[in-house]
C-alpha cells in the first residue's frame, strides 16, 4: 500500500513537471491598471492552463517608448500588445510589425472596432468624459463650461504624451468643429498642467484637489461605487472613445497560442469579464454595466485612426509647444 502511494506520487509530481515543461510562456505588454491586468491574465490562465502569461504595465506611451528600443536593439520581446488605443498600433501595423489574424472571432462585431486588415481588435468600450468633486464643484454640461476663471489649476488632465487614452482623446476633439484646438488652448490659460495618468487625475479629483478631471468614464463610475465623492457628466458635444485594443506582434515565436489570447478577449467569457470589470462590452448582445448610461444616449465623437498615424507627430508637438513642455 506504502509503495502504490509513494509509485502514485512520483507519477503525479513527474506529469506536473512534464506539463509544466511543456506550457507555453506568452509575454503580454499592457496598460490595464494592475488589478484589471491580473484579472484578465487568471481569467484567460484558468481557461488555457497549459499557457502562461508574463506581463508588464506602464501607460500606452512609456511601453511605446520600450517597444520602440527594443525595435532599434533588435530584441523585441512582447508576443502581445493590450494598450488603450489605435494610434500606436496603427503605428506598429504601417511599419509591418503585427501579425495579422484573419479567423478572429468578430462576428457580430461592429466594424469600426477593429482594424480592416485584422491586425488589431477593440476588447471593450470607454469613453473620457468629465469628473467632478460632488463636494465643491458643481455638475457641468459641456466641454466648454470647464473654461471658466473659477477653474484655474483646477481641472486634472492626464498628458497624451504618457496616456493612450488621452492621446486618442486629443487626436478625437482636435478635429472635432465644437471642441477642437481651442479647447486645450482654453486649458492651458487656466494654467492646466496634464500630466501622467487616469489614476493620478482620478485621485486628484476625489481628493478634492481639483474640481474636475479629464477620465476614463469607468474610472469615475468604479470610484463612485466605491464611496468617492465624485460624479459623471458626459458632455453634450460628446465623448471620444477607445476600445483597448489587443494585437499579437510578427516576432511571436507561439502565434497559436496568442491567438487564443485574443479569442478569449473576443469570447462571451471575455466580453462578460470586461463587464465584471466595470465597462461596456462591444458585444451588442450583452448588457451595460451598473452605473453606466446605455450607449443610445452617450454621443461618440469618433477618430480617424489613419489620419492620426499620419498626423501624430505634428499634433503632439503642437501639444507641447501648447503646455511649455
Known sequence: MRYSSLLLA?????????????????????????????????????????????????????????????????????????????????????????????????????????????????????????????????????????????????????????????????????????????????????????????????KAVAGGMAKYGIIADADIIRAKANGSPVDIVFPSEGVSFITEPVAIMKNTKNPEAAQKFVDFLLSKDGQELVIQQGNLSLDPSMPVPAGFPKLSDIKLVPMDADQAVETDQSVREKFTEIFGG
Open 10 to 202: 512520483s507519477i503525479t509530481s513527474a506529469l506536473l513537471i512534464s506539463t509544466a515543461a511543456n506550457a507555453t510562456t506568452l509575454q503580454l505588454y499592457t496598460s490595464q491598471s494592475p488589478e484589471i491586468a491580473q484579472q484578465t491574465v487568471d481569467a484567460f490562465q484558468a481557461k488555457y492552463p497549459d499557457i502562461k502569461i508574463e506581463w508588464m504595465r506602464n501607460g500606452t506611451s512609456q511601453l511605446m517608448n520600450v517597444l520602440r528600443a527594443e525595435i532599434e536593439a533588435g530584441q523585441i520581446k512582447p508576443d502581445l500588445l493590450l494598450v488603450a488605443d489605435t494610434i500606436n498600433l496603427g503605428s506598429l501595423k504601417k511599419e509591418g510589425l503585427l501579425l495579422a489574424y484573419p479567423d478572429a472571432p468578430v462576428d457580430g462585431f461592429d466594424q469600426g472596432t477593429y482594424d480592416k486588415d485584422k491586425n488589431f481588435f477593440g476588447t471593450k468600450l470607454l469613453t473620457t468624459a468629465i469628473a467632478y468633486n460632488t463636494k465643491n464643484a458643481e455638475p457641468v454640461t459641456s466641454w466648454a463650461d470647464l473654461l471658466v476663471e473659477g477653474n484655474d489649476s483646477q481641472i486634472a488632465v492626464p498628458s497624451p504624451l504618457y496616456s493612450g487614452a488621452a492621446l486618442n482623446h486629443l487626436h478625437s476633439v482636435i478635429n472635432d468643429k465644437a471642441i477642437g484646438w481651442d479647447f486645450y488652448e482654453g486649458l492651458a490659460k487656466l494654467n492646466i498642467a496634464p500630466e501622467g495618468g487616469n489614476g493620478p487625475a482620478l
